[in-house]
């Protein structure tokens, strides 16, 4: 019987040394738009923010112009899910939730993370949001092990959401990444325990639920990019970049929330 061939490469320690490098200044980097995200700053305002800091560290953008996506950050705000193109006209307001993306390369090698922030007072009901999501990401990353299947980090993603009374997001899913943005597998936020690839020690994933306080449903704006929840409610993304070891998974993205 053929065996399915997978192309998932695993990185070597030098490897791994760029993208923890490019993992710095992704966290730095959201960080900085963390402390900027007050209440009448405007996304394209994040977005210049974003860019200087990225260069002044001598990394490169890893979105701009991906897929011809034309800003270095995304920041989808309340219902918006991810892919936020930011904009001078759209400003933050108290109580909205912001959801920032990034990605940087470092001589080649890239990191990417993700999380929503509360500008201001957040209601409740967000706040159970952005707490559910982060759960969620951290129970997936948990099963980032070698010997692991792929579909136990989705399906400890999909059961802590949908057991807090929210969804995930089908449309969009995580990924491998290192030599660039997006490399295989596809790292989906639903699935089955014991179904897909085995992983295996040196395997580079970025892990991203996008969890909807109503139902999973989602549609892309006029834009082309900006994905909003099908039913208005409000969304939340976080997502780190991970090493699967033999041991626990090394998260490089550690310490951005
Ligand atoms: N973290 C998201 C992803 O990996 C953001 C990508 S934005 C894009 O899909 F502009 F690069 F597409
Ligand atoms: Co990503």
Same mark, same amino acid.
């Given at each position: 019987m053929m065996l399915k061939e997978t192309r998932i490469e695993t990185k070597s320690g030098r490897e791994l040394a760029l993208m923890r490098e490019a993992c710095a200044v992704v966290v730095e980097t959201l960080k900085a738009l963390a402390r900027a995200a007050a209440p009448g700053i405007s996304t394209a305002e994040l977005d210049r923010i974003a860019a200087s800091e990225i260069r002044r560290r001598g990394a490169k953008p890893a979105f701009l112009g991906y897929r011809g996506y034309?800003?270095?950050?995304?920041?989808?705000?309340? &219902? &918006?899910v991810i892919h936020g193109v930011p904009r001078e006209d759209r400003r933050l307001k108290d109580g909205d939730i912001l959801s920032l993306d990034l990605g940087a390369s470092v001589d080649g090698y890239f990191g990417d993370a993700a999380m929503t922030l509360a500008v201001g007072e957040a209601r409740a009901e967000a706040r159970k949001l952005m707490r559910t999501a982060k759960e969620a990401l951290e129970k997936g990353v948990a099963c980032?092990?070698?010997g692991n299947r792929l579909g136990d980090i989705s399906a400890a993603i999909q059961l802590h959401a949908e057991g807090c009374g929210c969804s995930v997001v089908r449309e969009f899913v995580g990924h491998g990444i290192g030599r660039a943005l997006h490399e295989d597998p596809a790292v989906p936020n639903f699935g089955k325990p014991g179904a897909g690839v085995r992983l295996r020690a040196g395997m580079t994933l970025a892990i991203e639920p996008m969890v909807n306080a109503g139902g999973p449903g989602v549609r892309v704006l006029e834009d082309g990019w900006t994905a909003v929840t099908a039913d208005g409610s409000l969304s939340a993304h976080f997502e780190h970049t991970v090493v699967v070891t033999d041991g626990d998974p090394l998260v490089l993205t550690e310490g951005l929330f």
């Open positions: 034309p800003a270095t950050l995304c920041a989808s705000i309340n &219902e &918006e980032a092990r070698a």
